[in-house]
């Protein structure tokens, strides 16, 4: 079964960090695209990044770039996303989602709040 | 940036219904264009990739339409499973962008 299964989610003061993880499992992890979106409390959703297969080339929202930082370890079929400088427009639902959005993970909950 | 806009916001509908949600581009792309289904709480759920293309599994009162600046969603006869929030995403270009969602609710 194609599962994605996220972590590390929590609370946070303004200004600090946090690391998401995000494990797959059930698919053949390092050929696929991978992408972050996020949700913030009753809003739409947002795409945060992404990431190719090989972990080459990386790409960003505007809002995060130099805070945010994807990244992944195809031998141990993870996803991850280092989140600094948080601010508390970031408090959001964070999902992973592979490709083109078939299959995401049940996400993981940001708040970043004094 | 590809700016996506979704109307309407918000659709009032009956069991059995036909509706159709629309998409609009801020430019025009290829097919790139995915529709997901989200309930509260959930993940969202995809429908339709490459604007027309039914994602396995999902119904075919689902379809997909559309390509340049206009892309819509239909579905054909409204199920009480239906009623959940649609969302449109661009993937043709970075940064993908999605619509602000459309809420369908019941009459």
């Known amino acids: 079964e194609v599962q994605l299964v996220e972590s590390g989610g929590g609370l946070v003061k303004p200004g600090g960090s946090l690391r998401l993880s995000c494990a797959a499992s059930?698919?053949?992890?390092?050929?696929?695209?991978m992408n972050w979106v996020r949700q913030a409390p009753g809003k739409g959703l947002e795409w945060v990044s992404s990431?190719?297969?090989?972990?080459?080339?990386?790409y960003y929202v505007d809002s995060v770039k130099g805070r945010f930082t994807i990244s992944r370890d195809n031998a141990k079929n993870s996803l991850f996303l280092q989140m600094n400088s948080l601010r508390a427009e970031d408090t959001a639902v964070y999902y992973c989602?592979?490709?083109?959005?078939?299959?995401w993970g049940q996400g993981t909950v940001v708040t970043v709040s004094s | 940036d590809i700016q996506m806009t979704q109307s309407p916001s918000t659709l009032s509908a009956s069991v059995g219904d036909r509706v159709t949600i629309t998409c609009r581009a801020s430019?025009?792309?290829?097919?790139?264009l995915a529709w997901y289904q989200q309930k509260p709480g959930k993940a969202p759920k995809l429908l339709i990739y490459?604007?027309?293309s039914l994602e396995r599994g999902v119904p075919s009162r689902f379809s997909g339409s559309g390509s340049g600046t206009e892309f819509t969603l239909t579905i054909s006869s409204l199920q009480p499973d239906d009623f959940a929030t649609y969302y449109c995403?661009?993937?043709?270009?970075?940064?993908?962008?999605f619509g602000q969602g459309t809420k369908l609710e019941i009459k």
């Open positions: 989602a592979r490709e083109v959005g078939d299959t």
């Open positions: 059930g698919f053949t992890f390092s050929t696929y695209t």
């Open positions: 990431i190719i297969g090989s972990g080459t080339y990386t």
């Open positions: 430019q025009s792309f290829s097919r790139w």
């Open positions: 490459k604007a027309s």
């Open positions: 995403q661009q993937y043709d270009s970075y940064p993908y962008t």
